[in-house]
């Protein structure tokens, strides 16, 4: 049982749905690159419009900063949408100060499917202004959040009109909270995290809540070697942050009371130049160089580190083992997210990865579609491993 309600939990036919949508979607040259966030919420939005709901698709684009800015509209995403759903989506313009939108839905059908101006065109709605929570909650009947990737914002698309109205999960927000419950809010153990990328400074929140709930930690990318730094192991020329050599014996002291095994790399891919296909050695960390750079994790680490999934039950994971964008840097984040991969696929295994370079790094290696589930969700899908609360999904509890 989830704390949530879902459509299944309302009557939808012939009732106004205030359906918030992630349609922040990249543009290239005036034309929408990739629709993968409209393909997302698709079924959310099919569903309700064959249930017989009047269907108000809510929505913010970039940071107008509460002005009305041309560049900004969600227009042009109106026909992209209306292809994708098989259905037509009409657009209405508004500033959110007039009253547009209540005018041009007076007389809508059961099935119909709106397009509302970008909300953040007003100034109260990343501020959850109070009146303009109670003016958008007066268009519609339901609420319907199927935005997880703006749930960690307190807006009043998110969280204002949430409180005003009986609301539900969409399908995708349901989706994505299912895969996330399964990998941390209760998994089957062993579980491991991996985690990469840069920096340990960006991601102190995240080690610190993941030490506290997985058995064992893969710490990989260029955030490595500041533990390895911190235990006295040469990292020459790589990436580092000295000053938190502190930080990662505090977070390995928490592992180590939290019953939480820390899995640095056990050898190392080098470099002496950062570029696409620079001689690379494969070496101990115990000898890199002064004149060396880390940018992957090792052969016998990737060994390693396949044995260790083939006893889990559960991976979460996020950031690259290494400078996954230049060859051959790319080979320890392939090779290890290939192996999650066939694990998931043959059954042994839950796998949920998300956040920005992690879903590019996944996609690139090809494992990305045997994962059980991706996130797209960014900001959101940290915040959740930082174990924050996120109030877009706090005010969807029953
Ligand atoms: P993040 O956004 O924190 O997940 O970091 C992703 C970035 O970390 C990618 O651009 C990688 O190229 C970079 N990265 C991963 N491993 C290393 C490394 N060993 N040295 C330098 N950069 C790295």
């Known amino acids: 049982m989830s704390n949530f309600y879902t459509l299944d939990d309302h009557d939808l036919n012939g009732k106004r749905v205030l359906l918030r949508v992630d349609l922040n979607v990249p543009f290239i040259d005036g034309k929408v690159s990739d629709t993968t966030r409209i ?26 900063n509460g002005q009305v800015v041309a ?30 939108v209540s005018t041009a839905t007076k007389n809508a059908k059961a099935g119909d499917v709106f397009l509302l101006e970008n909300t953040r065109f007003h100034a109260g709605e990343t501020k959850n202004d109070t009146d303009l929570a109670k003016k958008m909650a007066a268009l519609g009947d339901i609420y319907v959040n199927d935005a997880f990737s703006a749930a960690h914002r307190a807006h009043v698309s998110t969280v204002g009109i949430a409180k005003l109205l009986p609301s539900a999960a969409g399908r995708a927000m349901q989706q994505e ?14 579980v491991i995290a991996v985690v990469g990328g840069a920096k340990v400074s960006s991601k102190l929140d995240l080690l610190g809540n993941l030490v506290e709930k997985v058995d064992a930690l893969v710490i990989g990318g260029g955030m490595a070697n500041t533990f ?33 095994e820390i899995l640095l790399p056990l050898d190392v891919a080098t470099a002496k130049e950062f570029k696409q296909h620079a001689d690379s050695q494969n070496i101990p960390v115990a000898d890199v160089a002064d004149d060396d750079m880390i940018l992957d994790i090792g052969s016998r680490a990737i060994t390693a580190l396949k044995t260790k999934f083939d006893a889990a039950k559960t991976v979460v994971w996020n950031g690259p083992m290494g400078a996954f964008e230049i060859e051959p840097f790319d080979i320890g984040t392939n090779q290890v997210a290939l192996h999650v991969a066939k694990l998931t696929k043959t059954g042994q295994l839950t796998s949920v990865a998300g956040g920005g370079d992690t879903v590019a790094a996944l996609n690139k290696s090809g494992a990305a579609q045997d994962f059980s589930y991706i996130s797209t969700a960014g900001g959101a899908f940290l915040e959740w491993l930082e174990g924050k609360e996120l109030p877009g999904v706090e005010a969807l509890n029953k």
């Open 177 to 190: 909270l299912e895969a996330l419950n399964k990998a941390l809010g209760k998994p089957q153990h062993p």
């Open 71 to 100: 560049e900004m509209s969600l227009e042009p995403v109106a026909p992209i949408t209306s292809k994708i759903i098989g259905k037509d989506v009409t657009f209405i313009a508004t500033d959110w100060h007039d009253d547009a």
């Open 228 to 260: 390895l730094a911190a235990l006295n192991q040469p990292v020459g020329k790589s990436l580092c942050e000295y000053d938190l050599t502190d930080t990662a014996l505090e977070i390995m002291g928490k592992a180590n009371d939290a019953n939480c």
């Open 39 to 64: 393909q997302r919420v698709a079924p959310t939005i099919k569903e309700l419009s064959n249930k017989g709901a009047i269907v108000l698709l809510l929505a913010h684009f970039g940071r107008p």
